[in-house]
């Protein structure tokens, strides 16, 4: 069980921000959020990670819920090399398996 | 970051032939190895972790003994595909952990076997 739950697609202007979303309502104290993308035809790229604190790095933000029971993947400005599949994971160190559920096919429109 | 590398990138054979696929960890050591499996449309399916120098955990339903594994050396896992079948046509994935803590897996850039 991937024990997320996210969109199936999305759709983004190219410039604008892309939202992705991500439900982990049973999420547990020692579990962090990651995020991955997949570009057709190719491995998993990693993006940002977080566990209760908002993260930003130079791909993207992570905003997670104070009850951290949700959190959102921003890209602030997408492009069209931005469409791929968004793949939004929990993690703890000690399992080691990062397990995938079915992602957010994110497709960026000129 | 670090560079997980996986050759070859596709192959092609014939019913009841075996494939090995590598992946490497080109700059950094990795006890632990990844394998998934993803079919088309779908997601990555996890089909066996791969323990430098111990027996590989494979998932429920994976047979240990079509799709064997080896992880001889702290940079090293392979998968073979044994007495492969068009059913096996797939794309593999390995991934391995790097980072302190092992914070971050990174992947390679997946094989695509095709069995005819």
């Known amino acids: 069980d991937a024990k997320t739950t996210q969109p199936p697609s999305m759709d983004c202007a190219e410039g604008r921000a892309a939202n992705l979303p991500c439900n982990h309502s049973?999420?547990?104290?020692?579990?962090?959020v990651y995020w991955y993308r997949q570009i057709h035809s190719q491995g998993p790229q990693y993006i940002i990670h977080g566990l209760k604190n908002n993260e930003t790095n130079e791909m993207a933000s992570l905003i997670i819920t104070e009850d951290r029971k949700s959190s959102t993947l921003i890209l602030p400005h997408a492009t069209l090399r931005d469409t791929a599949v968004y793949y939004c994971?929990?993690?703890?160190?000690?399992?080691?398996?990062?397990?995938f559920g079915t992602g957010t096919r994110l497709t960026i429109i000129p | 970051g670090a560079v997980v590398s996986q050759h070859p990138s596709w192959v092609i054979c014939k019913s009841g032939t075996s494939v090995k696929i590598e992946c490497r960890s080109l700059?950094?050591?990795?006890?632990?190895m990844f394998w998934y499996r993803q079919f088309p449309k779908q997601s990555l399916m996890l089909m066996a972790t791969s323990n430098e120098g111990s027996k590989a955990t494979y998932e429920q339903g994976v047979e240990k003994d079509k799709f064997l594994i080896n992880h001889a050396s702290l940079t090293l896992s392979t998968l073979t595909v044994t007495s492969a079948h068009p059913e096996d046509s797939s794309f593999y994935i390995c991934?391995?952990?790097?980072?302190?803590?092992?914070?971050?897996?990174?992947f390679g850039q997946g094989t695509r076997l095709t069995v005819v």
């Open positions: 700059d950094f050591q990795a006890t632990t």
């Open positions: 991934s391995a952990l790097h980072g302190q803590g092992n914070t971050e897996a990174f």
């Open positions: 049973t999420i547990s104290g020692n579990e962090y």
């Open positions: 994971i929990l993690y703890f160190f000690g399992n080691e398996k990062l397990t």
